[in-house]
């Protein structure tokens, strides 16, 4: 090389002009970039927490059951607001008016509770409860029970409520955080190996690889493609976390799952480790075939394992803890999808995480070398397509 | 011409007219299968000179053009650029046009243009002006911003061909070049590599077309089932002919049909064409044909590529 720019990069540099040229991944960004925010900010807008109850009491001798009304809702977990109210007819205008959800009116023997269309079951559970626990008191305090005698009686001690298998607070969102993991590195991990597959068949196919390789020596064709096809994925899906990680800090206050400030700069190490292992294979690939039409079947038994890989997804968000999904998140195929998956669900040990990737690696090396030998030998290579078994034996020679 | 037979231009006899040999081919075999695509193939091309090679499909031209650039890695034989054999940065200074062509289809043809000269080492900006430079002369200025495969056939071949050149390159091996082009775009292209040729750089070329390869090269090289045929100009190529003369004389025909060794052709045009064995002295032939009548016209027909291609073919 004469020149002061390496092939190497030369090379990934007009992948990646020719790339940015194309609409196609523009709209692939923009759609990653809004999915993962949408996840991250949704259960925000739908989780609102709820507004107290605002409650009408009509008259003294209901207002005069305010302290017992917020103990017992408290209680039960319902939030009240109370309202003195002075008569029945404003009471009821403010209930049309939807200043209050309920007036109640106690008087005597009789309690109504006014509403619009219905009231919430446990709010007149807890209605019922207050209303009854006066007249009761009412009742002994007429039978000679001293007032605070018959009051005692009636405050019971709160129910203590034990849980034996207690659930995580935010299971729906960790097994949301997981799918959408799931598919943003199944998605990129699979359409940029296939721009490497598609990349490499077309030079091929096109006979510009015959041109190209007068000048260039394979392995470094090879490098920089799927350097240049990297460099637009990991960009893609790096704008994807960012967005992510600026939508997380705009609604922490809201349901975010803890893990996701882990899970999405892994996500990045992943789809680095993810694409390394598959676009050295879809090269291969895309150097078997003799006709574009072809692509399709050479690359399919990557892409059916990468699909299933993915699907696996779905089972493990069931069950993130099962000893399966820890083994697979070790296999360096599967890795790249499924430990991104178990770090959303679940603790994952850092030593796991790192053996995962340092085993992904491996394999990517070693795939890297297998493919490009495949490339070398079967880029410029008249005829049919050829098949990875004939590949194989002819890279040995 | 007349005593040229017997040093006729051999397969051995490759020799340069113009310097020292730049490149050489020597001893070159490949087998694809059990089919022997070249068999002991030498030639050698020097700076300055154009060299055609001819011969059929199939006959090797381009096992041995894609054996010069590397692409095929030959079983035997020695192919050696300025004394050494080729490498690979040697071969940065090499330009080719691959008999099926091989551009980027979606590529705009100043950025492909660019994108190949910096894969020969040029920096960007040398890359840009000479790419720019090379659309001028080749008539493709007002196309650089489009994309290559909204070109015409005969402009993608125009690109092709500055694919080859951009960098500059000391040797052009292009295979088939003209194949398929319209009259006035071979005009260009050859013009383009005469000049070529006239700069010292030096120029491989295969052609179907004998009648291109005759006009425009200094030197042929001729294939035939993946054996060198002959090597030499054309002129040293013609050796390989019978010697013929046309004869026109004011007679009856068929005056020359005592004459032994000698054989009428089917003439076209003036008189008859006659072909001599190696033996038959000329001056006998102009003997019988001045007792036969006044003679308006005698001597020697130059034989085309053609003529030495068949007789070659038909041994």
Redesign the interface.
Known sequence: MSGSTPTVWVVARREIDERLRSRYIRIMTAISVVLVVAVIVAPSLFHKPAKPAPIGLVGTSTQALAPALQRAASAAGVKVRLVDVSGTAVARADVRQKRLDVALIVSGDQATAQVREDIDPTLRAVLQAVVSGAHLQAALAANGLPPSAAARALTPAPLAVTALNPAPPDQTAHALAAIVAGILLYMSILLYGQAVAQGVAQEKTSRTAEVLLAVVRPSRLLAGKVLGIGIVGFTQIGLTVVAGLIANAVVQRAQIPSTTWVLLPSILLWFLLGFALYAFACAAAGALVARQEELGFVTMPISLFLVATFLLTYVAVGTPNAWWLTVVSFVPPMAPVLMPVRIALTHVPAWQIALSAALTLGAAVLVAGIAARIYSVALVRGGAKLSWGQALRLSRS | MTASRDDAATPAAGRSTAGDAALRVTGLRHRFGDRLAVDGVEFLVAGGEIVGLVGRNGAGKTTTM?AV????HPQEGEITWRGHPVG??D??R?G?M?E????????KVL?QLV??A???????ATAERRAAELLGRLDLAARAQDQTIALSHGNQQRVQLA?AMVHDPDLLVLDEPFAGLDPSVVDDLSTILRGEAEDGHAVLFSSHQLDLIERLCDRIVVLEDGRLLAAGTLDELRAHLPRRLRVKVDAPAGWEQGLTGVRAEDGDGEGVVLDLDSDVDAQAVLAAAQAAGPIEQFGYERGHLVDVYRELVRR
């Open positions: 894609r650039m590397g692409i095929l690979f940065d071969r940065l090499f080719y691959p099926e062509r091989g551009l980027y289809p979606q590529m950025p994108y190949f910096r894969l020969c080492g040029l920096d960007r694919v």
